[in-house]
């Protein structure tokens, strides 16, 4: 009976089992997710079009606290949301969500 062995290509050898009988490699340490400190997140973040410009805000922003967070006075602005005028009476209830349009409208004095 002849061996399977004997008509085989030469032993190809495991790669980790080689290293391990290696006396002197130093190895980096194995990445265990439980050795791994957490990483702090900060507020949930979502995605609407402010001025025509994607932009990153926590989630369920008001409008009030989007207006003063990016400097503008409510009293001074009218504020389109999804091409609908928000009453300013409903700045502070009104929470903005993902993909959501926000136009912010300034006015301006001048002329002759």
């Known amino acids: 009976m002849s061996s399977d062995k004997a008509n085989s290509p030469s032993h190809v050898s495991d790669p980790q089992t080689e290293e391990a009988k290696l006396p002197n490699v130093v190895r980096p ?3 265990n997710s439980l050795s791994q400190s957490p990483k702090k997140e900060g507020p949930a973040m979502i995605t609407i079009k402010f001025n ?9 922003t008001p409008i009030t606290t989007f207006l003063t967070t990016h400097n503008y006075n ?5 504020v389109e949301l999804n091409e609908v005028i928000i009453p300013k009476d409903s ?7 993902p993909d959501d349009t926000l136009e912010i409208l300034t006015f301006m004095g001048g002329g002759q």
């Open 91 to 97: 700045y502070p209830t009104t929470t903005l969500s």
């Open 52 to 60: 025509g410009k994607p932009t990153q805000i926590p989630t369920s």
């Open 29 to 31: 340490p194995k990445k």
């Open 74 to 78: 409510p009293i001074h602005v009218v």
